[in-house]
């Protein structure tokens, strides 16, 4: 009177109909995040909000930053260490630097002449720079800028922080 054969037929239908499932979210999954997120611009925003922590603390320089006679080139030398900031890529495949930044001070009272200017990294990625503001291309750098003032004592200074970062062949596809 009771068909035990029944169940086990839907219980088969149910188990296709799941795969079915499984097998079109896993498709939509796959077609979605297949591409590598472009993340250069957020780490060149990263990187300009820690060389400013570094410049600048609530509106005044550091104290490092200058010396008796001007700025002080030994911390220019020893920017690197004294904010640490890491250049190196963790690619051991990619021997070339895939970072450039240069940090510019603008005197309040002439912002055309920098009076001080901190380049560190690989100065050939700056030239993909200037391509970029022409027209956007996806495989070159990216090229990110930031201004802020602050003060030293008495005196106003503008900063000017560049940012480019490469690494496309990590990022870009």
């Not at 990294?121 to 495989?139: F, H, P, V």
Request: net charge negative.
């Amino acid at each position: 009177m009771y068909k035990k054969g029944g169940s086990k037929v839907i219980a088969l239908y149910w188990f296709v109909i799941l795969m079915i499932i499984a097998g079109g979210i896993f498709s939509m999954v796959y077609s979605f995040y297949h591409y590598p997120y472009d993340v250069r611009e957020l780490e060149g925003e990263i990187m300009i909000n820690k060389i400013a922590d570094c410049l600048s603390s609530q509106g005044n320089m550091s104290s490092g930053l200058f010396a008796e006679e001007g700025f002080s080139e030994s911390y220019k030398n020893n920017f690197l260490n004294e904010c640490h900031i890491n250049l190196n890529v963790e690619e051991s495949w990619n021997k070339e630097p895939q970072y450039y930044f240069e940090v510019n001070f603008y005197k309040s009272e002439n912002l055309e002449n920098s009076v001080f200017n901190i380049p560190k990294g690989n100065l050939n990625l700056m030239a993909d720079c200037n391509i970029q503001e022409e027209k956007e291309y996806k495989r070159e750098v990216k090229c990110t800028e930031e201004n802020f003032f602050s003060f030293h004592g008495e005196d106003l200074y503008l900063i000017k922080i560049l940012t480019v970062i490469k690494k496309t062949e990590k990022n870009v596809k």
